[in-house]
């Protein structure tokens, strides 16, 4: 039957495969799909745990070819044109120590220069995705020049993902092809990204987890619309220079200066422990805001986004120390008297704790936010029920738009609290379309109810 298909069918149906490893056992099915096989025009290979283990195992070491064997030789047997080429190490290896490998190996130090100038100017002039993850253990002690040696070779690269590695910027070459870089885990000899700016031009998608080696990092790209920054260290400050960006999201700790500058933000997802200073310049477009953020510089961070009355949809939770924020009273009606605008809100678990003591202080001021919510979602733990009662109905009389409202309680809330609670709020406000779930530290939310 499989003989009988046509011959481009065949091949569109293994391209429709993602592991290469499956196309290997697809050739043995029959003699077209062995002819197919090679007309696939990508290649994606992963080194599983088991494989790595019997490559270790006395008893079957032997028995195992070299990764990098397999792979090369993969690459010499496709006669067609690859446009996608991934190769990696499985991430469950990332749990592998030091202490468990007791030689210097590198038959998975997969940016290994001289293995990658092996293959890669064969199929580069065709290459248009390019995706490495490496073994930590194998290359975090060994320096390389994977980036200079694809920058110099793939003149038509558009997507570049490195993970697991320690990468050099020396001999970079511009690269105005490529649209999205991705670098995660990364230790790169670039402290202020100087090079990767210069030499990656046209980024319109730029990925940064967890890259270290950095001091006083700077983002400028013109053409970046997309961008995820993790910072794994705490720099001195951080530069974001991108007029055309609309999604970001940058989590950091402890840096000393923020400076961001992106006329088109749209969603900005900031999560941000103790900062000396924040700088927003011509940041007045965005329309979703998500901030986790120290408690203690809540009032400060406020006040850096007075500006953004354009906010609709804002996302908020507190950590660290809150008695100290509850003494300012800082309560739900400042929030909404900074973000006048807002028709949904959602409370993380310190958020709402800050609010309602707030509350409990000095009950709730008659403004213009208040009534342009539409949307309430809360995490809550219900310490006193006929105080958070209290909150919740003092919130819903003064935002008259408010018609939704989703509760979650903690898991370790006792039932018949929660009950309780569940019963007045309906019983009080059914005019509200009422929602309830549960919450719990490290653990998806669950809804118990879905309003109707």
Not at 288 to 303: I, K, N
Not at 384 to 391: I, P, S
Request: aromatic share 8%; proline share 3%; hydrophobic share 40%.
């Amino acid at each position: 039957m499989m003989e009988e298909l046509p011959a481009s069918l065949l091949v569109e149906i293994m391209s429709r495969l993602t592991d290469t490893t499956d196309v290997a056992r697809c050739r043995a099915v029959s003699k077209g799909l062995n002819a197919a096989s090679d007309e696939v025009r990508w290649l994606n290979l992963v080194c599983s745990m088991s494989r790595y283990l019997k490559s270790r195992s006395p008893e079957t070491k032997h028995l195992v070819t070299p990764f990098k064997t397999v792979f090369s030789h993969l690459v010499c047997r496709s006669t067609f044109t690859l446009d996608s080429v991934s190769l990696g190490v499985d991430r469950a290896l990332g749990g592998v120590s030091f202490d468990d490998v007791e030689d210097e190996s590198d038959d998975l130090y997969l940016t290994d220069t001289s293995f990658i100038r092996e293959w890669l100017p064969s199929i580069s002039h065709a290459l248009k995705s390019f995706s490495v993850s490496d073994f930590w253990v194998q290359s975090c002690w060994r320096r390389s020049e994977a980036l200079s040696l694809i920058s110099s070779t793939c003149h038509n690269l558009v997507k570049l993902v490195v993970r697991n590695a320690w990468l050099s910027v020396d001999g970079l070459c511009l690269m105005p092809t490529l649209r999205h870089l991705t670098l995660e885990f990364v230790r790169l000899d670039d402290e202020d990204l100087s090079r990767i700016n210069a030499c990656f031009p046209n980024l319109t998608q730029l990925s940064l987890i967890g890259v270290g080696g950095l001091k006083e990092p700077k983002i400028n790209f013109l053409h970046l619309t997309t961008c995820q920054w993790s910072v794994s260290n705490a720099p001195l400050s951080l530069i974001i220079c991108a007029p055309c960006l609309v999604d970001f999201d940058l989590r950091c700790i402890k840096p000393r200066l923020v400076v961001l500058e992106a006329p088109s933000l749209s969603n900005f997802n900031l999560s941000l422990e103790n900062t000396d200073e924040l700088r927003l310049k011509n940041c007045a477009n965005i329309q979703c805001l998500q901030l986790s953020v120290e408690c203690l510089s809540l009032g400060f961070l406020f006040t850096m986004f007075r500006h953004c009355s354009t906010v609709k949809r804002l996302t908020l939770d507190l950590v660290g120390r809150r008695k100290q924020v509850d003494a300012a009273v800082f309560g739900i009606d400042t929030l909404l008297g900074c973000f006048p605008n807002i028709t949904y809100l959602s409370l993380g678990p310190g958020a709402w704790h800050v609010m309602e003591n707030s509350f409990r202080r000095g009950g709730l001021a008659d403004g213009i936010g208040m009534k342009m919510i539409k949307q309430l979602i809360a995490h809550l733990v219900v310490h006193e029920v006929e105080g958070t009662l209290a909150f919740i109905s003092s919130v819903l009389d003064k935002s008259t738009q408010l018609s939704d409202v989703s509760l979650l309680i903690h898991r370790d809330v006792d039932s018949y609290v929660a009950g309780g609670l569940i019963s007045s709020c309906r019983s009080k406000f059914p005019r509200v379309r009422w929602r309830w779930g549960i919450w719990k530290e490290g653990i998806k939310d669950t809804w118990v109810s879905d309003g109707t």
